[in-house]
């Protein structure tokens, strides 16, 4: 490049292009291959070509990739930049020169790569495709320019040859006579080439560049007198020759293709900048050089941590928010720009004059088989808050707390052993088919082969509706014990051995009873004391309430604090990864936006502080998931030791110990459960007004009931005692845990701000270390930012 300047320097750099996204490539590497030469005296100057000689031996050393085999690569898009200024150059015509090497079609087997001819022409494509770039095809003027390939590769690009002009070289070398093709060419360009433009010039031969006799100055006034004394060209256009005229003819070509692209390149050039933006907040902020700064960043970050943490953990807030904006400020920089004004580049057999190449851009229904299994269906709902995860978790909590056996002891299910009573008294079995929405159940007899005839006849009358029934065509066998029913639901089956079903009666749901002998009274036996056994045993009563605790609501419990547990995890990662959203890759976020010259899969910025971040909510979280662990250890310590002071204990076992004992005798007044259809207190009204039936069923009952033996009669009052106080107990248990859960999530919040109240200006000092390469990411980019304003400015008030 060369422009106008009071004093005279010459400045030689390399502008690294090969490899760029390599770790080699970046700027902390290639500053030790090469550093900017910086040329002020006459004798400097003459160094000049040795010089560009060193540059291009480092490029292409570093772009060998050490095969001694092979010849060394001599073409790399590396680019060696020369910048002069001085008096001497004139005001209004800066150009910058891209010179590139020319187009050969044969290779030396020797010291070039039998692939140069396709290198160069991939080297030379990004000029060709840029539309800012004006192309300067350098032609000998005594060969067939129908064959230069250049110009075929410069249509293809500029179809038009709005931005091409053929210069045509050594003038001197044409064979006599044969000078009337090229004034042909000279003079009507549009019609031979399609060309706006063409030149022509004379430059000084080998042996004056090597004697370095002809001063520049002298060259282009040998060059000048040429072509105004030399047949033919002194008869045609003196603008058609001479490289002062070159000079004024590309800066013409140059401020046409300006005007015409100036909205494009603007439209570009602010592209550029908001990329530039973006980069520079991808870094998250200038270096932080003080303790100051330090400590501002800590607890801007600490309080959008505690935003998102509160908001999780609470629900409120209106959700989880997403971190900070993407800033658009400019306070740092990634990268550099180049000089805005248009360059050129020289097609030396493909040179390249060019202007600025612009910035990238940018039913469920229950088994009737008598195993008594409850199948369910749920769906558990995905939620991003925190407090909504833990919602669920205690509503799963409190299902299984239902669920469980101290809660349920008395409830009817498929499976459970009951008792049925009715008028002709009452019998056991098991239930093998339940529909609570009609309200009855049907009931296998249990046992069976063990009962008495008597006793098993009238269990069969009271159960079935028929037995034996041998399968027909019409009914396809089934296997031992399958339950099914008729089309319209009205009759349920089991199948029986041998071939035969029997028919099942539809029992209503409150004559029918659990059967606490067949697991409570064996219970009891194994806490038998010297005392007198007409008593409950409050022993054993204690043993059955912390086998219950054990078995049903201390997994429970545990499970619900381990999800607790999770939660917290899952909502303290979340909240770190918010909170570094800036959207820099500052303590450790996952993703960072492209168009850094930093690595896009680069450390964070800080690490240091993500650990001791981490550390700290990861101790505040142990210590109150530690603490929640011991309150309901604590708790469910205390409910192994069964008490309560709540009356609704005894209102309960009172209400428990007469029901059955009412439901008898109202089943004994109304007669057989399949009797005929009329109405409950019609039945009731005319079997009271038969003194001798009602005296007959009430002594029925209480016979009944004093066969009992004496366990039998405590198991069914420590039936009702634990149906009792499971249902205080339950509640209870079904809030504490819960409550202990909400409570950790509460006071979450203020002890990880006092914790984190407590980091010293030391602790950020080895905590926020920067990368080396940070700051000068930060300068680049911000002197990038810089140069666009500037030149933006520039171009919108032109």
């Known amino acids: 490049q060369m422009r106008f300047s009071q004093s005279k320097k010459a400045i030689i750099d390399i502008q690294w292009k090969h490899h760029q996204s390599s770790s080699q490539g970046s700027g902390v590497h ?91 022409v991939n080297l030379l494509e990004p000029y060709l495709e840029n539309p800012h770039c004006l192309l300067v095809a350098v032609l000998p003027a005594n060969v067939d320019y129908h064959n230069a390939h250049v110009l075929q590769l410069a249509a293809q690009h500029d179809p038009l040859a709005d931005r091409t002009i053929p210069v045509w070289t050594k003038p001197d070398l044409i064979d006599k006579g044969a000078e009337q093709a090229m004034v042909d060419v000279l003079q009507n360009a549009k019609s031979f080439l399609n060309c706006r433009n063409v030149h022509m010039v004379k430059c000084r031969g080998q042996a004056a560049l090597d004697e370095a006799s002809t001063s520049l100055v002298n060259a282009v006034q040998q060059e000048e007198n040429y072509f105004l004394r030399t047949a033919p060209w002194k008869a045609l256009d003196p603008t058609l020759f001479g490289t002062n005229n070159l000079r004024k003819k590309l800066v013409q070509i140059q401020a046409r293709l300006i005007a015409e692209s100036l909205p494009q390149i603007l439209a570009d050039m602010h592209a550029q900048l908001n990329l530039a933006r973006q980069q520079l907040a991808a870094l998250g902020g200038k270096p932080l050089e003080t303790a100051g700064e330090r400590r501002q960043f800590y607890q801007s970050t600490c309080s959008r941590l505690l935003t998102q943490l509160k908001t999780s953990l609470s629900g409120k807030g209106g959700g989880v928010a997403t971190g900070r904006g993407t800033s658009t400020d400019s306070d740092g920089a990634i990268g550099s720009f180049s000089s805005l004004a248009h360059n050129t580049n020289i097609l030396n057999g493909s040179n390249v004059i060019s202007a600025p190449p612009p910035p990238p851009p940018i039913v469920v229904t229950s088994r009737m088989d008598g195993g008594g299994s409850k199948l369910s269906s749920s769906t558990v709902a995905t939620s991003t808050l925190a407090a909504n995860r833990l919602h669920e978790a205690c509503a799963k909590f409190t299902s299984q707390i239902r669920a469980g056996s101290l809660a349920t002891i008395r409830t009817v299910v498929e499976g459970a052993q009951v008792l049925v009573t009715s008028a002709r008294g009452t019998v056991r079995g098991e239930v093998v088919h339940l529909d609570e929405d009609e309200g009855y159940c049907c009931v296998d007899m249990y046992n069976s082969d063990r009962q008495p005839q008597a006793a098993a006849a009238m269990a069969t009358s009271i159960l079935f509706e ?40 539809k029992i209503p749901l409150d004559c029918v009873w659990t059967d606490p002998t067949t697991w409570l009274q064996a219970h009891m036996e194994q806490f038998r004391t010297d005392d007198l056994a007409c008593f409950l045993n409050v022993e054993s009563f204690a043993h059955i309430v912390g086998e219950f605790m054990h078995e049903d609501w201390k997994p429970a419990c545990q499970a619900l604090l381990q999800s607790m547990k999770m939660i917290l995890a899952q909502a303290l990662s979340q909240a770190l990864e918010q909170a570094s959203e800036s959207p820099a890759n500052l303590i450790g976020h996952a993703s960072r936006p492209e168009a850094s010259s930093l690595s896009t899969d680069a450390p964070p910025r800080y690490p240091g502080l993500r650990h001791l971040l981490q550390r700290h909510l990861r101790k505040v979280s142990d210590s109150l998931c530690q603490q929640a662990e011991l309150q309901v250890e604590s708790h469910l310590a205390m409910e192994a030791h069964p008490f309560t002071q709540d009356d609704a204990l005894f209102v309960k076992m009172n209400r428990a110990r007469y029901a059955r004992l009412k439901r008898e ?61 499971g249902e205080i107990a339950t509640r209870r248990v079904l809030d504490r845990t819960p409550m202990i859960c909400w409570q950790a999530f509460r006071s979450f919040g203020n002890l990880l701000s006092s914790r984190l109240a407590t980091v010293t200006d030391d602790d950020l000092t080895d905590a926020m270390v920067e990368r080396p390469e940070f700051a000068q990411e930060y300068q680049r980019l911000n002197e990038k930012c810089e140069k666009l304003r500037e030149s933006i400015q520039l171009l919108e008030s032109m």
């Open 30 to 120: 290639r500053h030790k291959l090469w550093e900017e030469r910086v040329l002020r005296t006459a004798e400097e100057w003459k160094e000049i070509p040795n010089i560009i000689r060193q540059a291009q031996q480092v490029i292409l050393s570093r772009n060998h990739h050490g095969n001694q085999d092979e010849p060394q690569s001599t073409v790399a898009s590396d680019v060696i930049s020369v910048v002069l200024t001085g008096p001497m150059y004139p005001k209004q015509q800066t150009l910058t020169l891209v010179d590139l090497p020319g187009l050969v079609q044969m290779h030396n087997a020797m010291t070039e790569s039998p692939t140069v001819s396709k290198e160069i």
């Open 466 to 505: 028929f037995v034996g029934q041998p399968f027909d065509s019409e009914t396809p066998a089934m296997d031992e014990n399958d339950v099914w029913s008729d089309d319209n639901g009205n009759t349920v089956f089991i199948a029986r051995a041998g071939g035969v079903y029997d028919a099942l009666r």
């Open 665 to 725: 005798l109202e089943v004994g007044l109304l007669g057989e459960l399949d009797s005929e259809n009329i109405s409950r207190a019609s039945k009731v009204s005319s079997a009271l007004n038969n003194v001798d039936t009602v005296q007959n069923v009430i002594d029925d009952v209480f016979m009944r009931q004093e066969k009992m033996t004496v366990q039998e009669h405590l198991a069914f009052e420590m039936e009702i005692v634990l149906e009792s106080y």
